[in-house]
C-alpha cells in the first residue's frame, strides 16, 4: 500500500528540492567556531552530568574528617576536597546533574506555558489578549530576582517550590515575545489566504503560524537559559533549592564559603562551573541568533 | 505629550493595586499556619483565636486584604513576627543601605559600560569591539554572588585590603562618608555593577554604532570636523537612551541585591528579606516585597516620563 502510494507521488527532480530553511540554520551555526566551541563545551559538561556515575573518581555524599579542605593536586584528588572532607570532582560531576536540571526544566516549562498563552493571545486578540497581557503586566512589574525570592521564600525552601517559582518567573518575557511575533504573522496574506481557502483556527495555527514563530521563541528562551541557571543556582545558594548534602553548585558555594580563608581556588570551583555553563548558553544563543537572523 | 503622561500614571494605578494584591496573597502561598512561628506548641484554641483576631486573621480574605491595603497606603505594614518591631521601621533602616549601594553600583555600571560601550561602538569591528564584546557578555554571564566570593578571596582574605562583610567597623549601622566605611562599600558595589556594566556596554556600543552609521555623521565628516566634534554628536545623540537603561537597572539592582547582600551581610533589603524567609516572618516578606516592587514600578514610570523630556525625538501620545 505504501508502496502504491509512493508511486502515485508526483517525481520531483532532486535538484529542485530546497535544502531547507533549518539546514540553513545548522551550517551556518557549524560554520561559527565560537559556536561549536560552546557546543563541545556544554556537550561535554551534560555528557560528564548523565555519565557521573560512571566516570567520578568517588562517592559525592561520603568523606572523611580526616581528609578535609585537601589542596588541589592531593594524590587521589584530583580537585582536592570540600570542607566535609568529599571529593571535589566527584562533586562538581554529580553537581551538574541537580543544576543543569534546575536551569533547563524551568525553562522547557516557560517555554510549553508560555509560548500557548501567547499564540493565543496574539491569534486571537481582543478580550483574550488582553486579559492575557494584562496579567502578564502585573508579573512583569516584579523584577525578576525578586518575584523568584518572593514565590520561593513564601513557598518555604525545597526543589520543587524552586522549580515552579522560577517557571512563573520566566513565563512572562516568553509570553511577551510569542504575541508579538504571532500579531506580526496574522497580518501577514498568506494567513488570510488560508483563511479564505476555508481553513480553521487550529489548521491556521499548527501549519501556517507555528513554522514562523516558532524560532524567535526558541531563540529568545535559548537566551534565558544562562539567566535561569544563575538564579536556580542563586536560589540554591541562599537555602531555597538543593538541601545539603546534595550535591549542586550554588549549595556548594555555599557550604564552602567558611573555606575561603583556607583553601580559596577550591571554594570558588562550583561558581566556575555555573560561570562556565552561563557564559556557553548565552554565546551559543548569540550564534543561533544570527545563524536564524532573528532580528530582537 | 500631557495626554501621554496622564495614560502613563493613570496606567501605574492598576498595576499598582494588583502589584499589592499579589504580595498580600503571598501569606496564602505559605504552607501551614502564618501564626505558627510565635504561637507555642501546645497553645489553646483560646489563645490561638485570640492571637488570629490580634493580627486580623479571623476575618474573610477580601476584607483582610482591604485593611491591610488601608493601613499600607497609611505606612502601617504591620508587625514582624520575628523582631516584634514595626515592618515600616525594619525596612525604612535597611532601604537606605541598599539604595545607596545600588546607586554606587549603578554609577559604576553607568561609567564603566558607557566608556567600553563608546569605544567598541566607534571602533566597531575591531579587535577593541571583539574584547570589549566578550567583557560585556561575561559580565551578564557571570553568577554574581560568585564573583563577590572571588573579590572577597582576592582583595580581603589574599590582599587583606578591603573587609570581606558588613557595613562599617565593629558591626555599626551608622554610615559615614570616610575612608572606615567607603570601604565597607566597594566590593558589594563592584559585584553587583557586574551586570549593569554588560547590559549598558551591551547597549552603548549598538547605539554608537548605529548613529555612527547615520547620514548627519557622514554630512559632519564631510563638513570637515574633527573627531573630537564628531564624537560629541554621537554621545549627544546616544546619552537620553543610555540614562534610560541604567534607569530601569537601578530598579532590578535594587530588588536583586539579595544574593549580593547575603555574600557581604550588607544590611540592606536583600538581608532583610532572607531573615524574613527564614524565620518565617509573613509580615516582613510581604512588606519588603511590596515596598522593592513599588520602588521598581516607581523607577519605570520614572524612566518612562523623563525619557520623552530628555529626547524631544521621541514623541509619546
Known sequence: MIASKEKDRPVVPPEVVSRGYWHGVISRLLRDKVSVACMIILGAIVLSAIFAPLIAPGDPTVGSVLERLKPIGEPGYLLGTDELGRDMLTRLLYGGRMSLITGVVPVTLALIIGGALGTIA????????????????????????????????????????????????????????????????????????????GAGSLTIIR?????????????????????????????????????????????????????????????????????IVSLASNLLSDGLRSAMDVQR | MFGYFAKRLAYAVPVCIAVSALCFSLVYLAPGDPLSAVLPADASQEIIDDIKAQYGLDKPVPVQYILW??????????????????????????????????????????????????????????????????IAISGVSIPHYWLGIVLVAIFSVEL??????????????????????????????????????????????????????????????????????????????????????????????????????????????????NTAIFQRDIPLLQGTILVLALFFVGLNLLVDILQPLLDPRISRT
Open chain 1, 122 to 197: 496574539g491569534y486571537v486578540g481582543g478580550w483574550t489578549n488582553a486579559v492575557i497581557m494584562r496579567t502578564i503586566d502585573v508579573i512583569f512589574a516584579f523584577p525578576s530576582v525578586l518575584l523568584a525570592v518572593a514565590i520561593s521564600g513564601a513557598l518555604g525552601a525545597g526543589l520543587e517550590n524552586m522549580l515552579l517559582a522560577l517557571t512563573i518567573v520566566l513565563i512572562p518575557p516568553i509570553v511577551r515575545i510569542s504575541e508579538s511575533v504571532t500579531t506580526q504573522v496574522r497580518e501577514l496574506d498568506f494567513v488570510d489566504a488560508a483563511r479564505a481557502s
Open chain 2, 160 to 273: 587583606n585590603w578591603l573587609p570581606a562583610m558588613g557595613a562599617g567597623a565593629g558591626g555599626s549601622q551608622e554610615w559615614a562618608w570616610d575612608w572606615e566605611h567607603v570601604r565597607f562599600i566597594i566590593l558589594p558595589a563592584i559585584t553587583l555593577a557586574a551586570i549593569p556594566t554588560g547590559i549598558v556596554t551591551r547597549s552603548v556600543r549598538a547605539l554608537v554604532a548605529d548613529t555612527l552609521s547615520k547620514e548627519f555623521v557622514t554630512a559632519l565628516i564631510a563638513k570637515g570636523l574633527t573627531n573630537r566634534a564628531i564624537f560629541f554628536h554621537v554621545v549627544k545623540n546616544s546619552a537620553p537612551t543610555a540614562l534610560s537603561v541604567i534607569g530601569v537597572q537601578l530598579g532590578y539592582l535594587m530588588a536583586g541585591s539579595i544574593l549580593v547582600e547575603t555574600v557581604f551581610s550588607w544590611p540592606g533589603t536583600g538581608l532583610l528579606l
Open chain 2, 69 to 134: 491595603l488601608g493601613r499600607a497606603v497609611t505606612g502601617d505594614l504591620g508587625t514582624s513576627i520575628g523582631s516584634g518591631r514595626s515592618v515600616a521601621l525594619e525596612i525604612g533602616n535597611a532601604i537606605g543601605n541598599s539604595l545607596m549601594l545600588a546607586l554606587f553600583a549603578s554609577i559604576i555600571g553607568f561609567t564603566v559600560g558607557s566608556f567600553l560601550g563608546m569605544i567598541a561602538g566607534y571602533y566597531s569591528g575591531s579587535t577593541t569591539d571583539k574584547v570589549v564584546s566578550a
Open chain 1, 207 to 275: 501549519a501556517h503560524i507555528l513554522g514562523n514563530i516558532l524560532g524567535p521563541i526558541f531563540v529568545y528562551s535559548s537566551s534565558l537559559l544562562s539567566v535561569s541557571i544563575i538564579l536556580a543556582s542563586g536560589l540554591s545558594f541562599i537555602g531555597l533549592g538543593a538541601k545539603p548534602p546534595t550535591p549542586e553548585w550554588g549549595l556548594m558555594l555555599n557550604t564552602l564559603r567558611s573555606a575561603i580563608y583556607t583553601q580559596p581556588v577550591i571554594s570558588a570551583l562550583p561558581g566556575v562551573m555555573i560561570f
